[in-house]
C-alpha cells in the first residue's frame, strides 16, 4: 500500500471519528432546539480537539459559534467537523459560514448539505470561495438520523410522521369497553416521553380524548434535560362531528387547554402541510386510537410505525389496533423492522412502510 493511499484512509478514518463526537454534541440538543435542526460542531487541530459544542435552542448560538468560542485562537488552522452545513443567510444569529471564515480554520467536514432554501449548498460555497477545503458526505446516514423531521419539512413541505401504538401480543389496544391502562409496563411509558419531547406536534382523535382525557404533555424527568427548556408540543384533536368544545370549564384537560388545535375536516394531508407552513412542525407523533391510526396507514401518511408490544393477552373481543380494511391480499400494507429493543417487559418495535 503506497504512502498516499495509506494517508487517505487515516484521513477517513480520522474523519468519521471526529463526526462521530460531533454527533454526539449534536444530540445534546436533540429535545430542545426545535423548530431548528439539531447540530454538533467539533474543532480538531493536530489531531487534538481544541473546541466543541451544538445548538441548544432556537434564538441562540449555533453549534460552531460555542466551538470556536471554546477554541479561541486555536481555531487558526483547524479543521471543523460540522454535522450540517453551516448556515449562510443572517436569521436570529450571524451565518455561521462567515464565522469559521472569520476564524480561519482550514478546513470544514460537512456530514450533510442542509435543505433549507436559505442555505442549500451556499454554505459550502462561501466557505471554499474563502479558500477553505471542505469535505461532505461524512456519516451522512447517521448524522441524518438526528434531524428527519426537519430534513423532510426542507424538502417536502410536509412533517416527519411517527405512529405509536401500544398492544398486546395479540394486537390489540383495549378491551371491548374501552378500557386500557394500562396494558404497557411503565417502562415503555416513560420511553414515549422521549417520542413527544422530539415532536412539535402530537395527534390525538375526539374519541381518545372523551375516553382517556390524556394530558398529552412531555412530564418525565428521565429525559436528561430541565423540562423548561423543552418547547411544549402543540396538540392537535381530530374532531370533524364537533364533539368538543374548547373552553374553561371543558370536563377535557384538552380542552380547557388554549394552544389546542381543533381539527374539524378529515383532510389530513392539509394538516400535516399546515402544521409544517403555519407552525414550524417537523415533526409529528401521532398517539391516537384505531380510527386515526388507519386512516394515517390507508392514505401512506406515517413514516415511522413505533408498537409498544406487552406480553399479555386481550382475546378477540378486545379493540383492534388499527381500523383498516383491504378488499384484497395485495391492498396489505407492509413493513420493514428496522429497530427492536426491550423496554421493562415489553417490546419497542420500529417499522418503516416499504
Not at 26 to 35: D, E, F, I, S, V
Not at 257 to 269: E, S
Request: charged share 20%; proline share 5%.
Amino acid at each position: 500500500m503506497g504512502n498516499e493511499m495509506r494517508t487517505e484512509q487515516q484521513t477517513q478514518a480520522a474523519d468519521r471519528y471526529f463526526m462521530m463526537l460531533a454527533i454526539e454534541q449534536a444530540k445534546r440538543g436533540l429535545y430542545t432546539t426545535r423548530p431548528n435542526p439539531a447540530v454538533g460542531c467539533v474543532l480538531v487541530k493536530d489531531g487534538h480537539i481544541v473546541g466543541q459544542g451544538f445548538h441548544p435552542k432556537a434564538g441562540q448560538g449555533h453549534a460552531e459559534v460555542y466551538a470556536l468560542a471554546e477554541a479561541g485562537d486555536a481555531a487558526i488552522g483547524a479543521t471543523a467537523y460540522v454535522t450540517l452545513e453551516p448556515c449562510s443567510h443572517t436569521g436570529r444569529t450571524p451565518p455561521c459560514a462567515k464565522a469559521l471564515i472569520a476564524a480561519r480554520v482550514a478546513r470544514v467536514v460537512v456530514a450533510g448539505l442542509d435543505p433549507n432554501p436559505q442555505v442549500s449548498g451556499r454554505g459550502v460555497a462561501m466557505l471554499e470561495a474563502a479558500g477553505i477545503k471542505v469535505t461532505v458526505g461524512v456519516m451522512t446516514e447517521q448524522a441524518e438520523a438526528l434531524n428527519t423531521g426537519f430534513l423532510k419539512a426542507m424538502r417536502t413541505q410536509m412533517p416527519y410522521v411517527r405512529l405509536k401504538i401500544a398492544t398486546s401480543l395479540d394486537g390489540r389496544t383495549a378491551m371491548a369497553d374501552g378500557s386500557s391502562k394500562w396494558i404497557t409496563s411503565e417502562d415503555a411509558r416513560q420511553d414515549v416521553q422521549h417520542l413527544r419531547a422530539r415532536s412539535g406536534a402530537i395527534i390525538t382523535g375526539s374519541q381518545t380524548v372523551i375516553a382517556d382525557d390524556p394530558a398529552l404533555t412531555v412530564r418525565s424527568h428521565r429525559l436528561g434535560v430541565d423540562l423548561s427548556e423543552i418547547p411544549a408540543p402543540k396538540v392537535v384533536v381530530l374532531d370533524r362531528r364537533a364533539r368538543l368544545t374548547p373552553s374553561a370549564d371543558a370536563p377535557y384537560q384538552l380542552c380547557r387547554r388554549d394552544a389546542t388545535v381543533f381539527w374539524r375536516t378529515d383532510d389530513l394531508t392539509a394538516l400535516l402541510r399546515d402544521l409544517v407552513q403555519s407552525h414550524q412542525c417537523h415533526d409529528v407523533l401521532v398517539e391516537a386510537g384505531a380510527q386515526v391510526a388507519g386512516s394515517f396507514l390507508a392514505q401512506g401518511l406515517v413514516d415511522e410505525l413505533i408498537v409498544y408490544q406487552a406480553p399479555c393477552l386481550l382475546g378477540s373481543a378486545a379493540r383492534p389496533m388499527v381500523t383498516y380494511h383491504p378488499l384484497s391480499l395485495a391492498e396489505q400494507l407492509r413493513f420493514d423492522c428496522v429497530s427492536h429493543e426491550r423496554i421493562g417487559s415489553d417490546m419497542k418495535l420500529v417499522f418503516k412502510p416499504v
